[in-house]
């Protein structure tokens, strides 16, 4: 009996000593629990500080805002970035941060746009909804969130009313952002919910509104070019454009002062330009293919064909971009904000990058006479070489009269007597004028003109002084031929028959 009391006691003293140490595991895991939960409350700056960035990052992605900048900084908690937008817009991004559960996050809905969406454990995100139970923007409202009485709680109106979401259990979270990727043209954002977003960089938007500048250049070309193809102009002078050692094109200044940027064609473009005749009205329009379809006329906002006339205008191409990527878009001046988005046969944007080409012109071909240039539509343009030509004059005696060509010398001239040399100009410019002035006694009395042909003919009339200057014996006429700036003299010589 006694020994039963003893082991009694035994049995006793270790269920006390067992109780003991589950209380101690309990009070353990209860203060381990509070240290994470005051770990969580003295992050929550920077957990909040993470959901304002994303909401900023969001609103640029809408408003298509670009990235100036982003570079590295050091924080004493965790690495970050400098980001600034074209717009001036600067925003710390932080970087290895973790959300704690709940999570939340941002997912793209069907109307293109993101809201903010909750995570719990391993569930599948849900929308994060407001109290009216609608969908909040992620570029809208930035939600708040803290640890109050051992709940989460989030504020979506800047802290005016709280609502719980799940008790705070301590246990780790994933970011709003899974990885965040740099590049010279885009910075992409893969979200840690699943999906991918990026934003352009200023620079890659720049580089591409640089290419379709040079398109552009080019259509302009092109439409100069039929609209003075049947009248006089040439091409007065060539120089290359290179690529590196490359020729891609030419610039062709011409004779009416005009700079002509011609490209040379380039296989495998995602669109090209040309101008085709409708053969109904005989009229050119404005067309265009995409790829390797065929050419389809150019409409405008208002569903016209567009004239490739100087009143329709040349159609201008730039870059817009919808929602982080860069697309290629057309409109007419004036009115270069009704724009229009270029589009494939399937109806898709054509996405807009910096190495895209619009082939005008297939091939610059130059010979010694003409400049041949194949058009996208495989019709040649020919424009002759322009040859800088000096007006050239000549001259006929009065009847009597003896002349030597070579000297310009005309003999047996009386005194007092009046005379009309005849004379003749080849090649002669549009703006030339000829005069005459006398010297040593002779008086010019008038000059007749007339067009024939191509040559300008006339007479110059005069009257030699009644005594000949000694010991010479010869009066003299100034002609002169002034076209612009230029201007030439040649000297008639009159001699006195009596010498």
Request: charged share 20%.
């Amino acid at each position: 009996m006694k020994m039963k009391r003893i082991s009694t006691i035994i049995l006793a003293a270790f269920a006390l000593l067992g109780a003991v140490s589950c209380s101690d595991d309990m009070m353990q895991q209860v203060s381990a629990l509070k240290s994470r939960i005051v770990e969580l409350e003295a992050r929550i700056s920077s957990i909040n500080e993470m959901y304002a960035s994303t909401s900023k990052i969001v609103a640029a992605l809408e408003d298509h805002d670009m990235i100036r900048s982003i570079t590295p900084v050091k924080r004493s908690d965790n690495d970050a970035y400098l980001v600034t937008f074209a717009s001036g817009q600067t925003i710390t991004l932080i970087q290895g941060i973790d959300g704690e559960a709940p999570n939340l996050g941002i997912r793209k809905y069907e109307d293109g746009l993101y809201y903010w969406t909750v995570q719990y454990g391993t569930q599948e995100p849900q929308w994060l909804l407001s109290s009216l139970g609608l969908k909040v923007r992620a570029s809208g409202l930035t939600p708040q969130m803290k640890i109050e009485d051992g709940w989460w709680q989030y504020s979506y109106d800047g802290g005016g009313t709280w609502t719980r979401l799940c008790q705070a259990t301590g246990t780790p979270g994933t970011s709003v952002f899974k990885n965040i990727s740099i590049n010279d043209s885009f910075v992409t954002f893969t979200l840690a919910g699943g999906g991918v977003f990026q934003i352009p960089t200023e620079a890659y938007f720049l580089r591409v509104a640089e290419k379709c500048s040079s398109i552009n250049t080019e259509l302009e070309a092109a439409a100069e070019l039929l609209a003075g193809i049947d009248t006089s102009m040439a091409v007065k002078s060539i120089s290359q454009i290179k690529d590196g050692e490359e020729i891609v094109g030419y610039k062709l200044f011409l004779n009416n002062g005009k700079m002509l940027e011609i490209r040379c064609g380039k296989d495998e473009v995602p669109f090209t330009f040309a101008i085709k005749r409708d053969y109904g009205d005989w009229l050119d329009y404005w067309t265009i293919k995409i790829g390797d379809g065929e050419f389809d006329w150019v409409y405008k906002n208002n569903g016209e064909r567009a004239l490739a006339s100087s009143m329709s205008g040349t159609p201008m191409l730039n870059v817009r971009d919808t929602l982080g990527a860069l697309y290629f878009v057309y409109s007419f001046y004036p009115d270069l904000d009704d724009f229009q988005w270029l589009r494939d046969a399937e109806g898709n944007l054509v996405p807009a990058d910096p190495f895209s080409t619009s082939v005008m012109f297939k091939a610059v071909a130059i010979t010694a006479d003409y400049v041949a240039l194949t058009m996208a539509d495989d019709n040649v343009i020919y424009l002759p070489l322009y040859y800088v030509k000096n007006p050239s004059i000549s001259f006929t005696p009065p009847p009597g009269i003896t002349y030597d060509a070579s000297k310009y010398l005309f003999s047996q001239v009386d005194p007092a007597t009046a005379y009309a040399v005849g004379y003749t100009i080849q090649d002669v410019p549009s703006n030339l004028q000829i005069e005459a002035i006398g010297l040593d006694g002779a008086s010019v009395t008038g000059i007749t003109k007339l067009v024939s042909g191509k040559a300008l003919i006339g007479n110059i009339s005069f009257t030699t002084p009644a005594v000949f200057p000694n010991p010479t014996g010869t009066t003299r006429v100034l002609v002169f031929l002034t076209w612009g700036s230029n201007v030439t003299m040649q000297v008639l010589e009159f001699k006195n028959k009596s010498i």
